[in-house]
């Protein structure tokens, strides 16, 4: 056929189209789970009525899609075995509540079973829904397999199906609506206070604060924007909210495009924390604790909160591994730093990301450095104090690992210094290799 | 009044009790411990005049990448004691500072009578970020000191920008110092700039040949409110004060900070034989 064009498939492009589309069905309903790969299922219990109705949310729906580009069948049942079934199989857009007909009269294949079942149950004579819905059980399941009942029940709503959600459900949402799509960052900025608002009933109703938040702006063109803020205490404010998404939308300035607009701006509250009552007391809270506590959020907010943090320490004797910084919003603090046992200084104020080799002449087998070169400048060592070992972590680094000598050296200059001896000599290794590690004040 | 009857009075404001039923305590509390911020030892404190002006900006550097350990010492040894320990001390690292002296260890900070919980460190990714961070927090007045950890001498931190971070320390009475990895001294709006080189350390009466306390130089390059000069000192973690070193303590001299009277470096440079003479005395490796 001459005039016939042919593509070869994308299944990546097709993927990441039905993917884009499901985040943009999140508007009608936060439960979205992909369905194979073309179909999508919406959990709409309680969301149709927004939207004036079942019948109204489908053709919205549909009619949206249209005007992106895409062609699409759907259907609302009680169940999601109904609902696929009657999309894939049937005509109808609605089915009733409690109205079994239409999916009995279905056939077999719109239970979502495979091939070889469908073709078996044909051979027996065995052609729609309907004949099977009512016949004794054990002796399908012998011949046919369980899964062929459970599809049944699901579709029938005799048994629970749970859809998986995409995206993380939130707890929390407020959300508003234009006909007149917005485009301008005030209009935005407005409009994220105003959520905040509307957001601090439910809030207060539980006795809980927010602690990070999700702003999602969802484009006519079908694009979703999402911006999440964090915070590093459960907060109420909505000034202090809206605060926080500034400095996210102006962190992302450039690559923030509204096209033709947002028609809808939802504010989802992902995660809470109870807040304290006193803390919301602005009195009796200290200005300090406030000032200190919405810097970091701000800073984290602008910055990404993995660029704001603070030190947390593990249970283990190699160095590099003894403590480290972790986001502050997620450290839970209680952490008590180790105490010095003589008030001698042991160890280093910065330590190098990797030990760095050296050069070194040292007295062997056990000898502290003498002289070494290290980023090829040369030191002579005046003082040293050490060696200090600390072995390996054989069941982490495997049973090769070699222990290391530390050793407190002071140069001529009074430069003092942290390096250790990798391996012991001939014990271990041969030739036992130096590095640096730290820097003393 | 006299200075002691102030922070009698100070001491006793800050200790009096809110009355039930008011929200704010019956006096005022002053508004931070002190307005210098002093090293704790009398002749440094009395040129300084009781010691490092709180609320202002100030420059502490090391000539060399290596002496970063030294600067920061001196540096937390001095914002460790800032009375207020309950308020947290942010740290703005430069990112092209890290990949040479590696990041804080909080092990090392506690020896040296720093609570390394106290810090929150930023890393941003580029300059412009960094200097965004430290004005946020110079202009945040819950906390007790920014730390701006830079490298050499960057374009971005120029006067300008100076001028901004004490114009907003001052405003929120927050202490601001710069710390410069490796770096120049140039013109800026500090208050006071120091450079910092190491000397040797204290001799311990029982251990000769150990590492004694760690001294430093520390040179006062340039002051707006006096004259400038050198001390040496020796940070002590019991007292969480700095003490004077006479100079007859430490076993050698330092080098001064005019390069062209170091004699030896050059002997040292890698393209240059070794000095004749040296003996070295190996033990027998069997």
């Not at chain 2, 150990?210 to 973690?237: C, H, K, Q």
Request: with cysteine.
């Amino acid at each position: 056929m001459p005039s016939l064009e042919c593509h070869e498939q994308d299944v990546e492009a097709d993927a990441a189209l039905l993917a884009a589309a499901a985040t943009w069905c999140d508007r009608y309903t936060p439960l979205v789970a992909i369905d194979g790969r073309d179909g999508l299922l919406l959990d709409i219990t309680g969301c149709a009525h927004l939207f004036g109705g079942e019948t109204a949310l489908l053709e919205d729906i549909e009619t949206r899609l249209r005007l992106q580009g895409l062609q699409a069948r759907s259907c609302a049942a009680d169940t999601a075995g109904a609902a696929w079934a009657m999309t894939h199989y049937g005509k109808a857009r609605q089915v009733a509540p409690g109205d079994s007909e239409p999916v009995l009269s279905l056939p077999l294949g719109s239970l979502r079973i495979d091939e070889e079942t469908v073709s078996g149950l044909a051979r027996v004579g065995l052609r729609t829904v309907g004949c099977i819905a009512y016949m004794p059980r054990a002796p399908l399941a012998a011949r046919f397999g369980e899964a062929l009942l459970e599809r049944l029940d699901q579709a029938l709503g005799r048994e629970e199906e749970a859809l998986s959600p995409r995206l993380p459900v939130a707890p929390l949402m407020s959300e508003k609506r234009f006909n007149e799509p917005i485009v301008h960052e005030d209009d935005i900025r407005r409009t994220i206070l105003l959520l905040a608002r509307n957001a601090v009933p439910l809030l207060e109703q539980r006795g809980l604060g927010a602690r990070v938040l999700a702003l999602k702006l969802f484009r006519t063109d079908g694009e979703v924007l999402s911006l999440t803020v964090h915070a590093a205490n459960a907060m109420r404010a909505p000034e202090r909210i809206r605060a926080l998404f500034d400095e996210r939308l102006a962190a992302l300035a450039d690559e923030f495009d509204a096209g033709f607009g947002f028609d809808l701006l939802r504010l989802d509250i992902i995660e809470t924390d109870p807040f304290d009552a006193a803390q919301g007391d602005m009195l009796s809270r200290t200005a300090a604790g406030e000032g200190a506590g919405a810097l970091i959020d701000r800073l984290g907010a602008r910055l990404g909160p993995e660029r704001v943090r603070a030190f947390a320490y593990a249970d283990t004797h190699i160095p590099e591994r003894r403590s480290g910084l972790i986001p502050v919003i997620r450290h839970r603090g209680g952490d008590p730093a180790p105490q010095p046992a003589d008030g001698a200084a042991t160890r280093p104020i910065f330590l190098l990301n990797r030990p760095e080799p050296l050069e070194v002449i040292a007295e062997v087998p056990d000898g502290p450095p003498i002289r070494f070169r290290w980023r090829k400048v040369p030191y002579a060592v005046l003082r040293s104090e050490g060696p200090e070992r600390i072995a390996c972590e054989w069941w982490r680094d495997g049973r090769g690992a070699l222990t290391r000598d530390y050793f407190r050296i002071e140069d001529e200059n009074g430069y003092r210094f942290w390096l250790f001896r990798h391996g012991l000599y001939e014990r271990e290794t041969a030739r036992p290799r130096w590095f640096m590690h730290g820097l003393f004040a | 009044m006299n200075i002691l009857e102030r922070s009698a009075l100070e001491q006793l404001a800050r200790n009096m009790p809110s009355l039930p039923g008011m929200a704010t305590p019956f006096i005022t509390p002053p508004p931070e411990d002190g307005a210098r911020l002093g090293f704790g030892a009398a002749d440094i404190d009395g040129h300084l005049g009781g010691g490092l002006m709180r609320g202002t900006l100030h420059e502490v550097r090391c000539a060399q990448t290596r002496g970063i350990g030294i600067a920061t010492g001196l540096v937390l040894g001095l914002l460790a004691r800032l009375e207020r320990s309950d308020r947290r001390i942010v740290w703005v690292s430069d990112p092209a500072a890290e990949p040479e002296a590696g990041c804080l260890y909080p092990d090392g900070l506690v020896q040296l009578g720093f609570d390394p919980a106290r810090l929150i460190v930023v890393t941003p990714k580029d300059m412009k970020d960094a200097l965004w961070a430290g004005d946020q927090a110079a202009g945040c007045e819950g906390i007790a000191a920014l730390v701006m950890h830079v490298r050499g001498n960057p374009g971005k931190l120029d006067l300008t920008a100076t001028r901004r971070l004490m114009l907003r320390a001052r405003e929120s009475r927050v202490t601001v110092l710069i710390l410069r990895q490796g770096g120049e001294g140039e013109p800026g709006a500090a208050a006071t700039r120091w450079e910092v080189t190491p000397l040797p350390s204290l001799t311990h009466e029982a251990f000769r040949e150990g590492i004694g306390r760690p001294t430093v130089m520390a040179r006062l390059e340039r002051n707006r409110s006096g004259r400038n000069g050198v001390w040496r000192l020796a940070f002590d973690p019991e007292r969480k004060g700095f003490i004077h070193v006479p100079e007859s303590s430490t076993a050698q001299e330092a080098p001064t900070a005019d390069r062209l009277d170091l004699p030896a470096a050059s002997g040292k440079r890698p393209d240059r034989p070794a000095e004749m003479g040296q003996v070295m005395a190996f033990e027998r490796a069997s």
